[in-house]
């Protein structure tokens, strides 16, 4: 039955121990008593909840304080091994897939260098497929104990109601790819098992929302510098955030041909591939037959020399160029968006940011408006390189704090035909 507002008794029961679940996620161990308070339930909703979460396995106790004259309190917490969580972090030079248990403790990784310039779509698929199979066999984990794969990708993602997650990556040559259909054609999960796939630079803003420098920031705005440039915004009015394509901000006119096609985007300038072709073209020498990340160090290294060498004046002019576009892409963040903080992540943005981070911010203030600028905190993100798998784990997570703590509901083949006919056409014969 429902009520005036349209609430069922289901969804308020879904609503409590939502509450209940998240206070003692993020804050607990904490006791009944506490509960009440900083869930605004009264104590014998408190306790009802409590005992159907510990019922479910969700919740378990963790040791007891004293009181105030009274008999001691048990103390509550949300119980690791009740469930487990996959993240992807499909990179422009790796494909990392990492096991998490619920408090997002990591259990098994694996990884999958990619090949220069080959995204191809099925090759990324069997990465995923084979790296879930081989984290699970790692662990003897379930399939059944996952609440879910989340999968953070470049480029950005639009949902179809029949066709789930579809990619539009026009960097990596990605058009219109229905990455969730082919999954889960390809996939041994089973149908239980959600996939959650979003753009890696909002998964990497909603990891470092949760458990890193954004946390505590009504207004952030998270950055991803790796082979190319993202980020992601986060607001009171989106916050679960939103990807922004940022690395395509265009920052100079009839500026350098970017990876999309277009002239002078930010990624064209900023962006650890291009940054290591301007360098390589105005005579610099990364070493042969190494990945980016590698010849990134490199640059770096020719750049800053140990005290007593002089540094590479063409790698050291490219970066202090870059730090110049790089501040001035993130004031047109902070005039735009006016956001609290600013913080730069991503496998080359941490390898740079110790090294430029006060140049980087210093042009950011030059071109952007004062008071928007003196208002924002420009910052490392705190996750490492991981944060990317880490968003991309809290994907299934946070679906399973809406939920109340239950599991999403099986796939109905009905709902998706592409996929039951896609299955089809792949079944052994």
């Not at 119980?79 to 422009?92: H, N, T």
């Not at 059944?144 to 953070?152: A, F, N, Y």
């Not at 970066?319 to 993130?330: R, V």
Request: charged fraction near 25%.
């Amino acid at each position: 039955m429902a009520g005036r507002n349209g609430r069922t008794v289901r969804d308020l029961r879904r609503s409590n121990r939502t509450a209940v679940l998240q206070r003692l996620y993020f804050d607990g161990p904490l006791s009944r008593f506490e509960l009440g308070p900083v869930t605004g339930l009264s104590s014998g909703s408190v306790s009802n909840v409590v005992a159907d979460l510990v019922a479910d396995g969700l919740v378990e106790e963790a040791g007891s304080v004293d009181s105030d004259g009274g008999r001691p309190r048990t103390l509550l917490r949300v119980a690791p091994r009740s469930g487990q969580m996959i993240g992807v972090d499909v990179g422009e030079t790796r494909v990392r897939v990492e096991l998490f248990d619920l408090t997002l403790t990591e259990l098994a990784r694996t990884e999958r260098p990619l090949a220069t310039q080959d995204y191809d779509v099925d090759v990324i698929a069997g990465h995923i497929r084979d790296g879930i199979a081989e984290v699970l066999t790692a662990e003897g984990a379930s399939p059944e104990r996952l609440l879910g794969v989340g999968v953070g990708v470049p480029g950005i993602v639009e949902h179809a109601a029949d066709r789930g997650a579809v990619v539009h990556g026009q960097t990596i040559g990605w058009d219109a790819v229905p990455l969730e259909e082919l999954l889960r054609s390809t996939s041994q999960l089973p149908d239980t098992v959600p996939y959650f796939i979003d753009n890696g630079a909002k998964t990497l803003g909603q990891a470092e929302m949760w458990f890193g420098g954004g946390r505590g920031a009504r207004n952030a705005v998270v950055v991803l510098f790796g082979s190319g440039v993202g980020a992601c915004l986060v607001t009171p009015e989106v916050e679960h955030g939103r990807a922004l394509e940022w690395g395509h901000l265009t920052v100079r006119v009839r500026g350098r041909r970017c990876r999309c096609g277009a002239p002078g985007c930010l990624e064209a300038y900023a962006g650890a591939e291009s940054l290591l072709a301007r360098w390589r073209e105005e005579g610099g020498r990364p070493p042969r037959g190494t990945d980016e990340e590698t010849a990134l160090t490199a640059m770096l290294a020719a750049a800053y020399p140990p005290e007593g060498q002089d540094p590479d004046p063409v790698a050291l002019a490219v970066l202090e160029e870059t730090a110049e576009y790089l501040g001035a892409g993130l004031s047109d963040l902070v005039n735009l968006f006016q956001p609290e903080r600013i913080l730069i992540g991503g496998w080359a943005g941490l390898q740079l940011g110790t090294r430029f981070l006060p140049a980087v911010r210093r042009h950011a203030t030059a071109y952007a408006l004062r008071h928007p600028a003196d208002k924002v905190a420009i910052e490392l993100g705190r996750l490492g390189p991981d944060a990317v798998t880490v968003g991309a784990a809290i994907l299934p997570l946070a679906d399973f704090f809406a939920r109340g703590g239950r599991r999403a509901e099986p796939v109905v083949e009905d709902r998706h035909p592409a996929w039951r006919a896609a299955l089809e056409e792949r079944a052994p014969r």
